[in-house]
């Protein structure tokens, strides 16, 4: 089991940029993939992008892709989301999301129901 906790959130304006960060406890994080995804008010829970078991694939939704940066360093535990431009569509709450199931490589989970873990996530507001 691994417990999640995201930090980083704030208000930002448009084209600016923020640096999310999602700490997980416990010894084993190499073996989960990793992914984040946002939730607006009244909307679905929306895929950000994904990373796999040892950083060397990633994989993003078309909204944000060439926006967003996932990485991660398994020595600290840690998975970041770079966010550059950013739009006030980007405006949500953002979840990091772990998942042990063998099949997710870091480009092909992409559902909220591929992870099994989840952090409470973290506001992250953009005004216009």
């Known amino acids: 089991q691994v417990q999640l906790v995201e930090s980083g959130g704030g208000l930002v304006q448009t084209g600016g940029s923020l640096r999310l960060s999602c700490a997980a406890s416990?010894?084993?994080?190499?073996?989960?993939?990793m992914g984040w995804f946002r939730q607006a008010p009244g909307k679905e829970r929306e895929f950000v992008g994904t990373?796999?078991?040892?950083?060397?694939?990633?994989y993003y939704a078309d909204s944000v892709k060439g926006r967003f940066t996932i990485s991660r360093d398994n020595a600290k535990n840690t998975v970041d989301l770079q966010m550059n431009s950013l739009k006030p569509e980007d405006t949500a709450v953002y979840y990091c999301?772990?998942?042990?199931?063998?099949?997710?490589?870091?480009?092909?989970?992409?559902?909220?129901?591929?992870?099994?873990?989840w952090g409470r996530g973290t506001q992250v507001a953009v005004s216009s």
């Open positions: 999301a772990a998942t042990s199931k063998s099949y997710c490589s870091g480009s092909n989970c992409y559902s909220p129901t591929d992870y099994e873990y």
């Open positions: 990373i796999s078991r040892t950083g060397g694939s990633t």
């Open positions: 416990g010894r084993t994080f190499s073996r989960y993939a």
